[in-house]
């Protein structure tokens, strides 16, 4: 229950109250009106938001350019299913950080650091750090190829991007950033705006959803890439650290865990529809070359459907690219810099100011700099780290799982609202499957890489 | 409750502070206990570091023959 403090206190004795508690009061102060008050709408409203931001987050740049490749490639048939498989197990992972946050009010980063020391708890950051930055610039990347339809260049992407992050970042408020950026992820619906207009085949597309079939064929290499890369575009590490911390900044507790629980599959369940819509918008380019298309040099996927569908499909695609990169780089280096400052030791919230939370924010805005530093490197291999930053988010996500069900299982921290078995069984297996998948397609495209095996 | 926030503030001093004793900033910078790991526990973590390293070199590798 949420504690009114209205009696005064010993000055001396009592502990100083920062910005961050105020800014997270009037939060809570809201939220308790509308429990008391039996307004349930306005309660869901109010505590809505890591879990659609961590979902619609994930449906970014280069997990939308996945899901239309896969498209094009294959048409309709067993990625469709699969989407919404990936985001099933994203739900089952990310209400475990829902719940942690609102539990022990602390982000993943400062808890694993705290309760498995500090070597595990700068391994899961390092592992972070490294795959936000690959991330961050496939999204400057892609917001690229959408803003190159329009005959944008790369300097007026990177710029975009950073200005975003910094204007985000001024107000001190994590309700007021959690808003614009909510204001932002509802545009990802442009995908399935782009899938209607498409006019795709929805009886072929239902029979997929039902059957899985049919199962792609094709080289073992191309499809465990397609396979870790869909993975990679649904589940990833950032979105733990994200949710988590998220979480804790809202200001859950553990009597909003049902609504936190409404938000995450909510959240989920938008990112998989959207999803599929990027899905089926590229199989209206299968048989059209569609599966050849490399377009994130230039402005190949938007191109190629103005040919095939029109130039409205094209341009709603286009914009759909521009917001999925620019939601995504302001989710990505939100939890970067929740992860600088936990593992740090230092204050990383939203509701703090920029000279009690220094860290926090500087890390918020280099890492968008960098980014977009690299993404204006002439002769970058953009292509070649956009294709392989969720493949490597596969790969590394395992380890982050793992800590995330020994806290989420942690009676000693979580309580009576530790995992239950049902819930243990079905994340452990989501991380044997991953894990499994990601293994494959790193050993896989090793020894085909070192010619060790004959490529596919 | 809606006036700004004032840094350096005590409890005492606002009339109502809607949030639970662990949620104030203090509570949260105060470290949670180190959790006690088995033997297994910690062979099974460290064979999983070691296997997320090898296959992230894999990976790396792989990138740089692409390019």
Request: positive net charge.
């Amino acid at each position: 229950v949420s504690v009114t403090l209205r009696e005064p206190r010993d000055a001396a004795a009592g502990p100083l109250l920062t910005a961050e508690d105020w800014a997270r009061s009037r939060d809570r102060g809201r939220v308790h009106r509308a429990r008391g008050g039996g307004r349930r709408w306005l309660l869901l409203w109010l505590l809505a938001g890591p879990g659609i931001l961590a979902m619609l987050g994930e449906n970014d740049g280069p997990s939308m350019v996945s899901y239309t490749a896969t498209g094009a490639a294959y048409g309709m048939g067993f990625f469709l299913p699969f989407i919404v498989v990936t985001f099933a197990m994203a739900i089952v992972c990310q209400e475990m950080c829902m719940r942690v946050g609102a539990v022990t009010h602390r982000g993943y980063g400062q808890l694993v650091l705290e309760r498995f020391g500090p070597v595990w708890g700068w391994f899961a950051a390092s592992d972070l750090l490294f795959t936000n930055l690959v991330t961050l610039i496939a999204e400057f990347v892609v917001i690229r190829v959408g803003l190159a339809y329009f005959h944008l260049g790369p300097v007026i992407a990177a710029g975009l991007g950073v200005a975003l992050v910094a204007v985000t970042l001024s107000g001190g408020r994590y309700w007021r950033w959690e808003r614009i950026v909510l204001g932002l992820a509802v545009f990802n619906g442009l995908f399935l705006a782009a899938a209607i207009m498409a006019r795709p085949h929805w009886g072929q597309a239902a029979r997929s959803l039902g059957t899985f079939s049919p199962f792609p064929g094709g080289s073992l290499n191309t499809l465990l890439l397609l396979v870790a890369s869909t993975i990679g575009a649904t589940v990833t590490p950032w979105m733990v650290f994200f949710q988590q911390s998220a979480s804790a900044d809202k200001g859950l507790t553990h009597r909003d865990i049902r609504h936190g629980r409404l938000d995450t599959i909510l959240g989920g369940a938008l990112a998989a529809v959207f999803g599929c819509g990027a899905f089926i918008v590229g199989t209206r380019l299968a048989g059209h070359a569609g599966a050849g298309i490399q377009g994130l040099a230039g402005a190949g996927f938007p191109s190629a459907l103005a040919h095939v569908s029109g130039h409205a499909v094209a341009t709603v695609f286009a914009f759909g690219l521009i917001e999925s990169g620019a939601v995504a780089i302001l989710t990505i280096c939100a939890s970067t810099a929740c992860s600088a400052g936990e593992c740090a030791g230092v204050t990383a919230s939203f509701n703090s100011r920029p000279r009690t939370a220094t860290l926090f924010y500087t890390a918020n805005i280099t890492a968008a700099l960098i980014a977009a530093g690299i993404i204006l490197i002439p002769g970058a291999p953009l292509l070649s780290i956009a294709l392989n930053a969720n493949a490597l988010a596969t790969v590394l996500l395992p380890v982050t799982l793992v800590f995330m069900i020994l806290l989420a299982s942690d009676r000693q921290l979580m309580g009576r609202r530790a995992n239950t078995v049902s819930v243990n069984v079905a994340a452990v297996a989501i991380v044997t499957f991953v894990a499994g998948c990601g293994a494959a397609y790193g050993i896989d495209s090793f020894l085909q890489a070192a010619h060790l095996i004959p490529g596919g | 409750m809606e006036r700004p926030a004032t840094q350096g503030q005590r409890p005492g001093d606002e009339p109502a502070l809607f949030l639970e004793p662990g949620q104030l900033a203090a509570a949260i910078r105060r470290p949670v206990p180190r959790a006690q790991l088995g033997r297994r526990a910690t062979i099974a973590l460290w064979a999983l570091r070691v296997l997320v390293i090898i296959l992230s070199a894999m990976v790396i590798y792989t990138f740089f023959s692409q390019l």
